[in-house]
Nanobody
Framework: QVQLVESGGDVVQPGGSLRLSCAASGRIFSINSMGWFRQAPGKQRELVARVGNTSNIMYADSVKGRFAISRDYAGNRVHLQMNSLKSDDTAVYYC???????????????WGQGTQVTVSS
């Protein structure tokens, strides 16, 4: 019913930049928050950044000042600009949207399939 598709993952050198994008499509009535999570090998999935439907934004401490999240409300898209990348940023990055599929439903989290970001020299 609802699909989230990420793009933009790649291999980049330390200090480099990447821009991730996520597009939500399908049976969407409304979207509350959209955000990015990441999961490194052997670690739990963690929140990277999130933007609500009133443009309220939060970042993980580890990415503040380096990453910037932005949202295209009309296009149901969210982007993550990642600068000054470090090896610790290596992970699979997942997009998540809190989405209602009808006026009768509550907000349900939907996830993308993930995109690999590798920071290595």
């Amino acid at each position: 019913q609802v699909q989230l598709v990420e793009s933009g993952g790649d291999v980049v050198q330390p200090g480099g930049s990447l821009r991730l994008s996520c597009a939500a499509s399908g049976r969407i009535f409304s979207i509350n928050s959209m955000g990015w999570f990441r999961q490194a090998p052997g670690k739990q999935r963690e929140l990277v950044a999130r933007v609500g439907n009133t443009s309220n934004i939060m970042y993980a401490d580890s990415v503040k000042g380096r990453f910037a999240i932005s949202r295209d409300y009309a296009g149901n898209r969210v982007h993550l600009q990642m600068n000054s990348l470090k090896s610790d940023d290596t992970a699979v990055y997942y997009c998540r949207g809190q989405i209602r599929t009808s006026v009768h439903s509550g907000y349900t989290p939907y996830w993308g399939q993930g995109t690999q970001v590798t920071v290595s020299s």
